[in-house]
């Protein structure tokens, strides 16, 4: 049992050096952009029907560092201010997928491979599903209240370089904190206690569809943000998990959970909501399918390719500085300040 739970401890810490430079890189990042986009310039772009509202609520998606309240109440307030449905679904596809984040961190675990492809899959995750709702559902809804919190909140006077770090570095860490560190908990799990290949030798029939079915049964009725589930994903791929599996699970769970479902049928209705998982599942199946084509015909199976190494001593500082930044900003959360 000793020896069991110093390797937990081996593997947590190694994920953590592995991709906490990255990660801080991409708060910082995050931090930063927050300081030019608003919700408010977002709606202004999406307040037109039609194609190209689609396109640019998914552009803006993918990198986007939304505020701490959230993909759906954000998604609501860019309804009530005249977005089209399908601009709105379209961005709750794209957004939660990946940021600025996610793909430093997916680089870092995953390879460039993964960090090109995942933003890509949704980039079109975002066009095929916004563009599905406009051709099939157009119908008028309740409107939902708009956005309120602090980062849409204009009229607060704060210097914008010190608004834009404190997202970064403790809104951003207090929204995804814990789960990330759930996540690398997870990771470590199975990294020390699922065998070599145990997907290698029970989940390959039907060329990975068992395991893309499995792991997008997984991915859907639960929540996993976009950089938590990336650690995830690569202890499974080491375990013998086909990459286009693999990337099921990053495109399904952090874009679906049973709350933003239930909250989708409840506000935009029925139809709205089961276009926008049925997008959810046509795009995953396809993009692991592609996945899975470029490794095998392509790169010839090699899975694994991480991203540029740092030197021991400096992932081992990022890494205690990324603990320090996740442990303060979950213990000192800014949305529990602003409840009070």
């Not at 874009?255 to 989708?264: E, K, M, P, S």
């Not at 409840?266 to 139809?271: P, Q």
Request: charged share 10%; with cysteine.
């Amino acid at each position: 049992m000793q020896n069991y739970i110093q390797m937990l401890i081996m593997k947590f810490w190694a994920t953590m050096t592995e991709m906490s430079p990255y990660l801080l890189f991409g708060f910082l990042v995050a931090g930063l952009l927050s300081m030019f986009i608003s919700a408010k310039t977002v709606e202004r772009h999406l307040g037109r029907r039609g194609f190209w509202s689609v396109l640019k609520a998914s552009l803006f998606g993918v990198p986007l560092p939304l505020c701490s309240c959230g993909v759906i109440p954000v998604s609501m307030s860019l309804y009530k201010h005249g977005a089209s449905r399908g601009a709105v679904i379209s961005f709750l596809l794209s957004t939660p997928q990946t940021g600025v984040d996610s793909i430093l961190v997916t680089y870092s675990l995953l390879g460039p491979v993964f960090a090109i492809f995942r933003p890509i899959a949704a980039l079109l995750t975002g066009l095929f599903g916004g563009t599905l709702v406009n051709a099939f559902d157009q119908n008028p809804a309740e409107l939902n209240q708009p956005c309120t919190d602090d980062c849409c909140n204009k009229t607060k006077k704060e210097n914008r370089l010190l608004r834009s770090l404190r997202y970064g570095f403790l809104v951003l860490p207090a929204d995804i904190g814990k789960a990330m560190l759930l996540g690398l908990v997870i990771a470590a799990v199975i990294s020390a206690t699922i065998p070599d290949d145990f997907f290698a030798v029970y989940l390959t029939a039907g060329g990975g569809l068992l395991a893309m079915v499995i792991m997008m049964a997984v991915g859907i009725p639960m929540y996993v943000c976009a950089t938590a589930s990336v650690p995830i994903a690569a202890a499974l791929i080491e375990k013998g998990l086909d990459p286009g599996a693999a990337m099921v699970f990053l495109m399904t769970g952090p874009a679906t959970n049973a709350a933003a479902f239930t909250t989708l049928w409840s506000i935009l209705g029925k139809k709205t909501a089961l276009l926008y998982l049925l997008s959810v599942v046509v795009c995953a199946f396809a993009a692991g399918f592609a996945l899975d084509l470029i490794y095998r015909g392509v790169l010839k199976n090699a899975v694994h390719v991480h991203g540029w190494m740092m030197p021991a001593w400096f992932g081992n500082l990022s890494a205690i500085v990324l603990l320090a930044v996740l442990v303060w900003a979950i213990l000192h959360n800014p949305h529990k300040k602003s409840d009070d």
